[in-house]
């Protein structure tokens, strides 16, 4: 396959079980969306190392690095995939390279086995301050059937999260479902929150010729997209909501970053370019 222009997929790999899924997931994004997938692992040498740290580092890396990509070639065999091997802080190299990513896949780094929010680890750092989308993988595969589900709420991130559902969902193929959560307060005016809904999906709905399952629920955000998220075989959100600074999660993408089981992808824009019908064969090949 031919070198591409386009902005690859990062991906992120430290051997974990939830790092090998994230190859496959940022593998099935980049093809869907035409990108070249980069595989990347970085290590720091330690001087005068004590005895349970590895004493090879660097020969670790390198079968570890080749590992995830045979991973990804095997199930996508088209997909054009490079491997860089770095020296440094992972999630530092990992934030440089999303400067020019068209997104980034990262392993969770076993955030679900939590029960308290670990605020220090890789995975939401990096989630936190990635200037791109992020995908997070876990390690337990989600439902074969799961729908894609997106969390949508009057600000403007949300609505990026919508058109990036809505494209992915015409890629992918599937159930789009399209949840908003109402509390007593935001629920207190005249307009009607259903209705607001459908105005924001109808538009969409024409665009991407998806049909989307609308659901209005009461209840705290991050409490009704958690729950409804047990559900999904991908959880869609916007990094943040009227936030002022823009590395800050919301309380809802922090939320479904601890406690969602399915795959997550933190939005901050949309991929390179829309659905056209040359992107049909890649649609087939990813989602067979």
């Known amino acids: 396959m031919k070198p591409s222009s386009m902005a690859p997929v990062v991906v992120g790999v430290d051997g974990s079980a939830s790092s090998l899924s994230a190859v496959a997931a940022g593998a099935r994004h980049a093809l869907l969306y035409g990108c070249p997938l980069l595989i990347v692992h970085s290590f720091n040498w330690l001087p005068r190392q004590p005895k349970h740290i590895d004493p090879h580092p660097a020969d670790t890396a390198n079968s570890l690095i080749q590992q995830a990509a045979t991973t990804a070639r095997k199930v996508y065999p088209d997909l054009a995939i490079t491997t860089r091997i770095m020296e440094g802080d992972p999630a530092a190299t990992l934030l440089r390279q999303a400067r020019c990513a068209a997104a980034l896949a990262i392993g969770d780094g076993g955030l679900s086995s939590h029960i308290c929010l670990p605020t220090h680890t890789s995975a939401v750092h990096i989630a936190a301050r990635a200037p791109c989308t992020v995908l997070i993988a876990r390690a337990t595969p989600p439902p074969s059937r799961g729908p894609i589900l997106v969390g949508v709420n009057a600000s403007p991130a949300s609505e990026r999260a919508l058109d990036f559902a809505f494209d992915t969902a015409a ?4 159930d789009l479902v399209v ?15 259903a209705r607001d809904l459908a105005d924001l999906v109808a538009p969409r709905q024409n665009k991407y010729h998806v049909a989307a399952h609308i659901r209005v629920l009461q209840g705290d955000p991050a409490s009704v997209l958690v729950a409804e998220s047990k559900r999904a075989g991908l959880v ?3 990094a943040r909501s009227q936030q002022p600074y823009g590395g800050l999660l919301g309380s809802a993408a922090q939320a479904l970053l601890h406690h969602c089981p399915a795959p997550l992808i933190l939005v901050r ?7 056209e019908r040359s992107d049909r064969r890649l649609t087939a090949a990813a989602t067979s």
Do not use: K, Q, S
């Open 171 to 174: 890629r992918r193929g599937g």
């Open 179 to 193: 949840v908003r959560a109402e509390t007593a307060a935001t629920g207190a005016g005249t307009t009607d929150p």
């Open 236 to 238: 869609i959100i916007g």
């Open 269 to 275: 824009g949309l991929m390179p370019h829309r659905l």
